[in-house]
């Protein structure tokens, strides 16, 4: 068994989704999120995508072993295992035992008699921009680029013009993203980067609605394109809106198709205070193998589609529905699909490169 696997994760915002960066005013917007440094396209950290995982897993633990008890004491994953590990009042922390399906997988600040920690069986990549929804005069139409479609192993070379690249090329009838008009070009490779897209469990409206665009205008597109909603504090006693608070916050708009990978680890390969990894699953099986670990995290995927990630919960953002969970060969290869049953295997032609392929 190998000693890691890699999961490509594929999903989609319901609601919009703000990971927020600590309120730095850039511009024109209050609240900004958080951006690549180098592309400028807005992302979730792997530590935001981690760090709701971890809470979710707890709270799934703790649904079906309420009464979990450590030498002795009532201690259930959540709230203990999840968030911080270090103890205060009523919060016990992390318990960091060989058998916690939340203190191995997502590791822990301490060990037994407070000698030192694990780093954890999992990992998240940051979630990257797959597909974002762009208003166009055709109606919505969702954008990539062939830098994006590298993360889930396309090689798309022929988009590098400033144009629109779309099923059927029509010059002399531009189209407008949002407010920049491009001419459309045909692209070669549109029928293969559906498909490829539909092994990856995307939804067919969105499919049909694929607009490519070279790389520099698609991290153009997306940031001209955020939500951007402007909230105001209420005074509790008049009821009206406080002097001076209003504030406005940006959203990765909902229908954005996000990808990330998550890596596991093989619990045989590692020992917490001296034990072995002994974690049972809810089907009776043992936490042996990286698939199985993969197992213990897709436990957070129904609580991100309603509980979401990000700030402004009660504004009605955040939630995301993992579309796909597919196992990938160290190469980045796609071997299996783990989506919706009767979903058709990956193909194994992954280049789409039309020039290279005629
Ligand atoms: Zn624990």
């Known amino acids: 068994?190998?000693?890691?696997?890699?999961?490509?994760?594929?999903?989609?915002?319901?609601?919009?989704?703000?990971?927020?960066?600590?309120?730095?005013?850039?511009?024109?917007?209050?609240?900004?999120?958080?951006?690549?440094?180098?592309?400028?396209?807005?992302?979730?950290?792997?530590?935001?995508?981690a760090g709701v995982y971890r809470t979710y897993v707890a709270m799934a633990e703790t649904e079906a072993n309420p009464n979990r008890m450590v030498n002795g004491r009532d201690w259930p994953c959540y709230p203990h295992c999840a968030g911080l590990g270090q103890a205060r009042d009523n919060y016990l922390g992390h318990c960091g035992q060989p058998d916690c399906p939340v203190c191995t997988v997502f590791g822990f600040a301490r060990g037994k008699d407070q000698a030192g920690g694990f780093a954890g069986l999992a990992a998240f990549t940051d979630a990257h921009v797959l597909l974002f929804p762009v208003p166009t005069r055709r109606g919505p139409h969702w954008v990539t680029c062939p830098m994006a479609l590298q993360l889930v192993g396309l090689e798309v070379k022929e988009v590098h013009e400033n144009a629109v690249y779309w099923k059927d090329g029509s010059p002399d009838r531009p189209l407008n993203l949002g407010w920049l008009l491009l001419p459309v070009k045909k692209c070669e490779s549109y029928g293969s980067i559906q498909s490829n897209l539909q092994d990856l469990c995307v939804p067919g409206y969105i499919l049909d609605r694929l607009a490519i665009l070279p790389d520099h205008l698609f991290i153009h597109v997306v940031n001209s394109n955020l939500e951007v909603r402007t909230s105001v504090s209420i005074n509790p006693e008049t009821g009206a809106a406080e002097e001076k608070a209003l504030f406005s916050y940006e959203a990765l708009p909902g229908t954005t198709v996000l990808v990330w990978e998550v890596i596991t680890k093989n619990p045989r390969h590692f020992k917490i205070g001296g034990q072995d990894v002994n974690v049972t699953l809810s089907s009776g099986q043992k936490m042996d193998d990286p698939n199985k670990v993969l197992e213990v995290t897709k436990q957070a995927h129904p609580y991100l589609e309603h509980l979401g990630v990000g700030g402004m919960g009660t504004r009605g953002m955040g939630r995301l529905k993992v579309l796909c969970s597919k196992q990938q060969d160290v190469q980045g290869e796609a071997v299996s699909c783990q989506g919706k049953p009767g979903q058709p295997e990956a193909k194994p032609e992954r280049e789409v490169n039309h020039e290279s392929a005629s």
Do not use: N, Y
């Open 1 to 49: 068994m190998a000693s890691f696997q890699k999961f490509l994760h594929v999903g989609i915002a319901l609601d919009p989704i703000h990971v927020g960066t600590g309120g730095a005013r850039i511009g024109r917007v209050d609240l900004t999120i958080v951006r690549d440094p180098v592309t400028r396209v807005p992302k979730i950290p792997g530590s935001s995508l």
